[in-house]
């Protein structure tokens, strides 16, 4: 394989992936949609450049919406999770990273209200953050 031949197969199994994740399709027209996409890299003619496209930036009200108790709703794929942490993780951002991209502020949280109760009850009430209690004196014999 040459090198375009290379980029235009890795473009297109790109493109398709994320089309596949989004919509939904028969089996029976994935190659079909496969040489669709092929045939119209190959027909551009163009070297491939790739381009950042500067994501936009969140609404107030949209930045809102995504803070629910039972989760928080993820601005790279609009899915809800407990934690954002290894979901960022997983796009190559740090929770810093992830607030600088989408325009959060710096107390914008990386987990959801209902978990972190749930789980600061739960270390609370095994004890965790407390001092050791002192050792009581033992009962002098009568």
Same mark, same amino acid.
């Given at each position: *394989? +040459? ?18 994740? !989004? ?5 029976? $027209?994935?190659? !079909?949609?496969?040489? $669709? ?31 629910? #108790? ?14 954002? @942490?290894?979901?960022?993780? &997983?796009?190559? *951002?740090?929770?810093?990273?992830? &607030? /600088? &991209?989408?325009?959060?502020? /710096? #107390? ?5 209200? $209902? ?8 270390? @609370? ?10 050792? +009581?004196?033992? &009962? @002098?014999?009568?």
């Amino acid at each position: *394989m +040459t090198e375009s031949t290379t980029e235009l197969t890795v473009l297109t199994t790109e493109i398709i992936a994320a089309y596949v994740e !989004n919509n939904r399709v028969e089996v029976d $027209a994935l190659p !079909n949609l496969i040489r $669709a996409v092929y045939g119209a890299l190959n027909g551009l003619g163009v070297d491939v450049v790739e381009v950042e496209v500067e994501q936009p930036k969140p609404t107030a009200l949209q930045v809102r919406k995504s803070i629910t #108790d039972a989760g928080l709703v993820s601005f790279i794929d609009g899915k809800t999770y407990q934690t954002l @942490k290894r979901h960022i993780g &997983r796009h190559d *951002m740090t929770p810093d990273d992830y &607030r /600088a &991209r989408y325009g959060l502020s /710096a #107390d914008y949280p990386i987990v959801a209200p $209902a978990y972190a109760a749930r789980r600061s009850e739960l270390a @609370k009430a095994i004890g965790l953050g407390t001092k050791p209690r002192q050792a +009581t004196k033992s &009962r @002098k014999k009568a």
